[in-house]
């Protein structure tokens, strides 16, 4: 199936009617044995049974036949836009993944702390991996020295040891390149290389990155291992048709990670407080109904189901999904018009990982047939109506189920 | 799936069989509450449940997941144009809609008759609406006055009330662009703007539409409300390789609407004469078996199972279903190689518009597998072979079953 974004901006309309979009992280199992029953097979879960029973059921692969998808690319596929044409860059996917806002015109750059002998010689490309505390710690020093260059705003983050993140904000100026040199030599015992533009826009670029590195190693003299910085890798914002402008919705993202805000914050969601620690399933309902009149869309995550695949841990992994079944009836309580349940991709525990087995999604609305898959599982949903799909699909299927699109040509 | 129509353009060989392919317009359903049967579901079939007990069924999605299809889009996804790509501009649809021929070159443009002051101020966009038979009389007074301008021909084409179609005909001279603005202002008290060429392809049609003007004002000159023409919509007509093109397939219509009508000569096919009064069923069958020795492939459409639909009347729809399967022993009477019976997109009386669901799709060949669809339905056929595709799949499907197409690749 072709890229439909486009053809379903056309098309979208506004109207009064709500779709939830549930996204259980990683939720697609395997069995421990051959011929055994998978995580969500094994739960106990009668409120999704019972909605598996007047709903329509499929399978979604998000990227692409036995593509296993990061969880950029496969929240990108459930939100419509192709992971194959819109690439988040390792820059950006870093500054997205701690939380951080991006803007168009905005450079995001990827740093390692390292290590220089007394001849800018890199000894060691990681600095010794240094604690996340230390980490911290340096990031405060630069952030004091360093809080613009000439006028251009700078951003420093902690990623995690030896990795943290820079952004350049084009704040209203010309937008900023990323077509530039690496600064990380690769190899140690050679100085740092200076970094050079590749096209007219990463001159301001590779400007304000070579200021960078040479303020920053002035900052850290004294230090033993932490004084230079190394840079791989560097994105501009990734132009991405906004929620409102593809869909025309005013959308919302209710999740508690800040990889996952920051996905939705690059698509133009809201994102919305959540109280409560680690995934606050209650946290999350109370910011749903809290905000339930101001949106049309509601991106509602949940984590554990994946933490627990990755942790190879099934027994923890069914237990998740019970507790997303407990909660299930204060979601339908609010009586979305189109509610759905998909993962981003699957995370059986028998491979603690992410993996390329399509996930379950379920779609239920007051305009489905007849379905026969009675329960969310990967089983029965090879038998529902909607049948094996890109993940791309699944946003015009519930714009239309919300009944928000036009007739395509007459 | 990508666009096969030129791989299968590059494959396809004339053989002596025969392929029908049945448009049962609007064909897909809803039940009415969830849970229940579909219009297709309830009829009494007995003819199609038999037909589809050695048959190949699946579904399909004409222009993609979760878009309705306007009747232009889903037809050219039945005969293999995906829609997405081969898209008919509202002028020509217009044209096309009352049965107009297009040839390349020629412009069609969307007219509106509208009222004057004696300043030239459009006082009513739509001339009071006037009524068919008033615009008809208008029109046979235009084309006295304007049957052609410096050597261009016009056609003028009542359409109803207060719109109407011009064609300008290119008429073995250069191409006629069709990228110029509106002569409508779309606001009164205005005068009617100039339309200006976008492209010097269009620099004669903007010429010829501003003389147009002049002449119909000239014509219409004493009329009190009906003395002014609005131009919006122009389009060139689309380049589509004809079905001999395509498919080497001496291709036939047999319908009755001038829409369908128009919609198959744009694709290469002789448009039959079918005796009787609106769907005329049974002329249909008669143009069928007087013309079955003269084409290859016969497009037999029915109309009345998407009207019915329209008017939200489950139980006619039903009626109408069991009307073509009373008929349909005397289309497999005439022994085809390939029966085909598929809609154009669904129409659910619930909804009492098309919509976004897919279509159940019939083949009926020597060449098919076993399956486990036991009636034509949208349940059933959710079960069989042919799985859930695109539109554009059926072409080269029917094509194949008719052992049509070479081998791709030694």
Redesign the interface.
Known sequence: ??D?LE??RG?AKKTDSKIVLVVLDGVGGLPLEPGGETELATARTPNLDALAQ?SQLGELELVGAGITPGSGPGHLSLFGYDPLRYVVGRGALSAVGIGVKLAAGDVAVRGNFATLDPQRLVVDRRAGRPSDEKNAEIVARLRAAIPDIEGTPVEIYTESEHRFVVVFRAAGGAPLGAALSDVDPQVTGVVPMTATAQDPASEKTAALVNAFVGRAEEALRGEEQVNGVLFRGYSDVPHFPSFDEAYGLRAACIASYPMYKGLASLVGMDVLTVEGHEDALEGKVAALEANWEKYDFFYFHVKKTDSTGEDGDFAAKVKKIELFDALLPQLLALKPEVLAIAGDHSTPSKLASHSWHPVPVLIHS?????D?AARYTEEEAGRG?L?L?RGT?????????ALK??????
């Open positions: 199936m072709s439909l053809t379903v098309l007047t007051a305009y489905g047939r007849k026969a109506s049948g799909r699909d699944l946003m015009p299927l519930l714009m239309a189920h699109l036009n007739k395509y040509g007459a």
